[in-house]
């Protein structure tokens, strides 16, 4: 079973709505990372969220941490065509070392229609 | 600052062939991992390597699979004896320590 879950599977919106899409996890995290990845292209890295942090801001971008329910939430506001792409989260592991050893969900995609 | 670069973009290997991916990271990154995306999948982990070391290979098949990230040169994952379901997008990542990492734009494989 996937240990991140992204719902819903696709989201289609209009240019100016808000987007929200979620992620869920099983075992305990040390950081929780959002990236968006463009057709046929590689992932850009979108925020970083530690496990002790509740709710970071970056741009149009919201994200918040619930770590009791084991999820997260992505908030684009003010959608862009151009955001138009997939969007995973991915989860590394708790301990005293975190390296690059991520697991990744299935991703959102996200279509925004101009 | 050149990101983390990978060639062959793209691949098509016959079946029974080799496939050899090149990964360069970072200028200044030592650690280099490799992910592996199928077709409407996330990624997967396969490994984690600093110069000359496997760190961790946990994700990596048993057999045909190998990585490498020697003391000069890319990473490189090698692939042998190739079968359709090796079709997919591999990625390379690098981190400067052992943070954040950043991807590189992916080859994708395919095997006919």
């Known amino acids: 079973s996937q240990q991140g879950e992204e719902d819903p599977q696709a989201l289609s919106i209009q240019e100016g709505e808000n987007a929200t899409m979620n992620c869920s996890y099983k075992?305990?995290?040390?950081?929780l990372q959002w990236y968006r990845q463009n057709s046929g292209r590689g992932l850009v890295h979108l925020i970083l969220i530690r496990s002790n942090e509740r709710e970071k801001h970056s741009g149009r971008l919201r994200v918040t941490l619930d770590t009791s329910k084991k999820s997260s939430s992505l908030l684009i506001t003010a959608s862009r065509a151009a955001d138009t792409a997939s969007y995973f989260c991915?989860?590394?592991?708790?301990?005293?070392?975190?390296?690059?050893?991520?697991?990744f969900g299935q991703g959102t995609i996200l279509t925004v229609h101009p | 600052n050149a990101g983390v670069m990978q060639n062959p973009r793209h691949l098509v290997r016959r079946r029974g062939q080799e496939a050899r991916l090149r990964c360069s990271p970072m200028?200044?990154?030592?650690?280099v991992y490799w992910y592996r995306q199928l077709p409407e999948e996330g990624l997967k982990f396969m490994v984690y390597?600093?110069?000359?070391?496997?760190?961790?290979e946990s994700g990596m098949p048993k057999e045909r699979f190998s990585a490498e990230f020697p003391k000069e040169g890319p990473s490189i994952l090698r692939i042998q004896q190739v079968v359709r379901g090796d079709s997919a997008a591999y990625f390379c990542a690098s981190s400067p320590t052992e943070n954040t990492i950043y991807f590189g734009e992916g080859s994708w494989l395919t095997v006919v």
């Open positions: 075992t305990s995290i040390n950081n």
């Open positions: 991915a989860t590394d592991p708790p301990g005293g070392t975190s390296y690059g050893k991520l697991t």
């Open positions: 390597l600093q110069k000359e070391n496997i760190i961790d």
């Open positions: 200028k200044g990154h030592s650690h």
